[in-house]
């Protein structure tokens, strides 16, 4: 079983950069998409930013030109970096891993809490 942890999360002044990280317990980002998504209560859970095995990044509107996705593979982790945060940038933050070689596979993290203060 593949487990992807989170780190980096916690609360932050409106204004501030955040810089959330995730590893997985295994060897598998070579062959996966990876992101992060976010949510909300009485939310659906939206995609925040996307990377690719081929290095393609895709962000969500309210994230973009001030979020950075980045993937080693090496170390099987992604990395996001969020600045200028707002208070509505206040989520759970989830790492997500798709295996798009082989069998298909997808993982989530547990999430972790992101608190932009005002």
């Known amino acids: 079983q593949v487990q992807l942890v989170e780190s980096g999360g916690g609360l932050v002044q409106a204004g501030g950069s955040l810089r959330l990280s995730c590893t997985a317990s295994?060897?598998?980002?070579?062959?996966?998409?990876v992101g992060w998504y976010r949510q909300t209560p009485g939310k659906k859970r939206e995609l925040v930013a996307h990377?690719?095995?081929?290095?393609?990044?895709d962000y969500a509107d309210f994230v973009r030109g001030r979020s950075a996705i980045s993937r080693n593979d090496a170390k099987n982790t992604v990395v996001l970096e969020m600045n200028n945060l707002n208070p509505e940038d206040t989520a759970v933050y989830y790492c997500?891993?798709?295996?798009?070689?082989?069998?298909?596979?997808?993982?989530w993290g547990q999430g972790i809490q992101v608190t932009v203060s005002s």
């Open positions: 997500h891993a798709l295996v798009t070689t082989g069998p298909f596979a997808e993982y």
């Open positions: 295994k060897n598998i980002f070579r062959t996966s998409a």
């Open positions: 990377i690719t095995n081929g290095y393609s990044t």
